[in-house]
């Protein structure tokens, strides 16, 4: 597949959305760079959505500018932004064929029959749907629908394409199939994608970065990587995951990094934990339940309170001197089997994988 001819950059300044006294969106400031994957994640009327809509042109702002590559678009019309768009439900037309689904947006455009052909073929293959192009959408499974949906959004090789929970109606195994067709398409494509999902993992897994909201109020943007090891606030850090919390008092900065105290014990934090506060974060994966204190950096006694079989891990949760609870999983074939509920073992985690909160 030939490489989208520009990719755009979008910035999004000062963005606000209201309904009435409702405020959907506040004061929404973005740059999606070119090429980049960009997915905007958050609960259910978190403003994810309605910022979408903005961008695509379908809803006007209240408030705020919105540029590409530097050219103010705030008003422009939809239909003259030159945006891909892939629905939650499709949107196809159910009287076309899978080749006149994805020649429409060609056709609109005015382009030629031979180079509406050649790129309508073009994209069949692309997508893997070859032998299905003279079938209707209702003779397609929900994942060739997406695949047609798809083809038609990037047939006309948009500078961005948008992208609203394409995959909310997909099984769990097909999910993971057109993930990683999607992550193949744009990196085949260079197109800048802009995707909203609900799943955290899904936007951990595709993402070159991710952009969390909240009540209309964009929490974080960063790296995958970097907003699930270092979230910006306790609402991220709870949004992406499990996550222990912890109490901490006495923190000061030793010169090699932080010290304070938990549940009675001294705690070291790396001299980038962050900035000092009253709690410390971390995940269940990077804590360790073992019999004896242990070289772990640091190490708590706690009370097992319960486990659950989940296959090849092992789930617990546990509860610290001082009632705080704690969650961590250990392989399955490595728990040992007197870690049952009321013994009481340490929990221990390395320095650099706690942060303050």
């Not at 309508?120 to 997406?146: C, F, N, W, Y």
Request: glycine share 10%; with cysteine.
């Amino acid at each position: 597949m030939q490489t989208a001819t520009r990719a755009a950059e979008l910035s999004a300044q000062g963005i606000g959305k209201t309904y009435g006294d409702f405020k959907a969106l506040h004061d929404v400031s973005l740059t999606i760079g070119r090429g980049e994957f960009l997915t905007l994640l958050g609960p259910s009327g978190s403003g994810k959505t309605t910022f979408l809509m903005i961008l695509a042109g379908f809803i006007q702002a209240n408030s705020g500018t919105l540029t590409r590559d530097g050219i103010d678009i705030t008003r422009l019309p939809a239909e003259k932004r030159g945006f891909g768009m892939v629905f939650q439900g499709y949107a196809l037309f159910p009287h076309m064929s899978v080749e006149k689904n994805i020649a429409f947006p060609l056709q609109v455009q005015g382009r030629s029959a031979s180079e509406i052909k050649a790129r309508v073929d073009q994209m069949i293959d692309t997508v893997g749907l070859r032998g299905h192009e003279k079938k209707r959408p209702a003779d397609l499974s929900g994942g060739q629908q997406q695949r047609v949906a798809l083809a038609r959004a990037l047939a006309f090789e948009p500078s961005v394409l948008l992208l609203d929970e394409p995959f909310s109606a997909l099984d769990k195994n097909l999910r993971g199939s057109m993930q990683e067709e999607m992550r193949r398409l744009h990196r085949e494509t260079g197109t800048t994608f802009v995707f909203v999902t609900h799943d955290q993992s899904e936007a951990l897994a595709l993402s070159t970065r991710v952009a969390i909201f909240n009540h209309g109020q964009l929490q974080q943007v960063a790296a995958p990587r970097e907003i699930y090891d270092r979230p910006a606030n306790r609402f991220v850090a709870e949004f992406l995951g499990d996550i222990n919390i912890l109490p901490v008092t006495d923190a000061i900065f030793s010169g090699d990094g932080y010290v304070a105290r938990c549940s009675g014990e001294i705690v070291r934090l790396a001299p980038d934990a962050g900035a000092l506060s009253n709690t410390i974060a971390v995940r269940p994966e990077y804590i360790a339940l073992t019999q004896a204190r242990g070289g772990h950096g640091n190490a708590l006694p706690v009370t097992l309170t319960s486990s659950t079989y989940l296959g090849g891990v092992t789930r617990f949760s546990a509860v610290t001197a001082d009632g705080a609870a704690l969650v961590a999983e250990l392989p399955t074939h490595l728990t040992p089997a007197d870690f049952v509920p009321g013994a009481r073992v340490f929990a221990g985690w390395p320095e650099e994988r706690g942060y303050f909160l």
